[in-house]
């Protein structure tokens, strides 16, 4: 994979290169006037990443549009939490202020950031990403991206966002040692084939979840662990998951009540 700046870096930029090159093996180069189409002829496996000043974009193809961090639907939902509005998510995993959450699937940190800002200054999220090219631009997205709401910033810059599988991070935490558990694994079939998804899904973690770390996450959790899913997956009577509609038409999330697990 090749990483570089657009046209013009400052050092700063050239500085963050450098050690995502490090970080992800990649080859820094010196961008000069080369298309995107140039730099992924270049490149040994059609990966490029070109770090802007605004944001750092993969890009896999040249005629589809690069993936970047945004918060994107998870604004709207925040902006609905900070008008006193509720969120399916927070109400079914019964989220309140100051509560420890593990999110093991992490991609975009969209759930990441509502949870963030529901459980407050007080809470923790973790955030756990097994893809390392992911885990880059959603951690330089989340501490750098302005939204224009100082409160949602702040949101964003308290995840803990690290660059692991859930299986094995699970597997040793111990027994009721978080709140929530969640889970939001690729669905098996793809609700939309948008291309900027179809990006994410050549880079993203396709591993179905198994049994043994639903178990794990009902070990630790002390209050639900919540899986969302395609609405009509076999996923929640496989792992055990009591089925709950969200507003969406499309989705749902499945909930175990530890206490009555
Ligand atoms: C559907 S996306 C999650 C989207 C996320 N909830 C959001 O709001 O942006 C699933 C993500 O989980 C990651 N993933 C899948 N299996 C994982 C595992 N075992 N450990 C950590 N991350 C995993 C995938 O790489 C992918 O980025």
């Given at each position: 994979m090749i990483i570089t700046t657009a046209p013009r870096p400052s050092e700063r930029i050239n500085e963050q290169v450098r050690k995502l090159a490090a970080e992800l093996s990649a080859k820094a180069i010196p961008?000069?006037?080369?298309?995107i189409q140039k730099l992924l002829d270049m490149s040994d496996d059609n990966r490029v990443i070109i770090a802007t000043e605004k944001e750092v974009r993969f890009y896999d193809n040249a005629n589809e549009p690069p993936l970047y961090f945004h918060p994107s639907m998870a604004y709207v939902r925040v902006k609905r939490l900070r008008r006193g509005e509720t969120d399916p998510l927070i109400e079914l995993s019964g989220c309140s202020i100051g509560d420890h959450i593990i999110d093991c699937t992490a991609g975009m940190a969209a759930d990441s950031l509502v949870f963030s800002y529901a459980v407050g200054e007080q809470g923790r999220v973790e955030a756990l990403e097994s893809e390392p090219i992911l885990c880059a631009l959603v951690r330089e997205g989340l501490a750098s991206?302005?939204?224009?709401?100082p409160d949602v910033d702040a949101a964003m810059k308290r995840i803990h966002l690290s660059c692991k599988n859930h299986a094995h991070y699970l597997a040793n935490l111990p027994n009721k040692s978080a709140d929530i558990v969640y889970f939001d694994p690729m669905?098996?079939?793809?609700?939309m084939e948008s291309s900027a998804i179809s990006a994410f899904r050549t880079i993203a973690n396709m591993d179905a979840l198994s049994a043994e770390v639903v178990e794990h996450a009902v070990r630790v959790a002390r209050k639900t662990v919540v899986i969302k899913e395609n609405?009509?997956?076999?996923e929640f009577e496989r792992l055990g998951f009591k089925r709950t509609h969200a507003n969406t038409s499309k989705i749902a999330y499945g909930v175990i009540h530890v206490g009555s697990a």
């Open positions: 961008r000069r006037n080369a298309s991206y302005e939204s224009g709401l669905f098996r079939q793809p609700i609405q009509r997956s076999g």
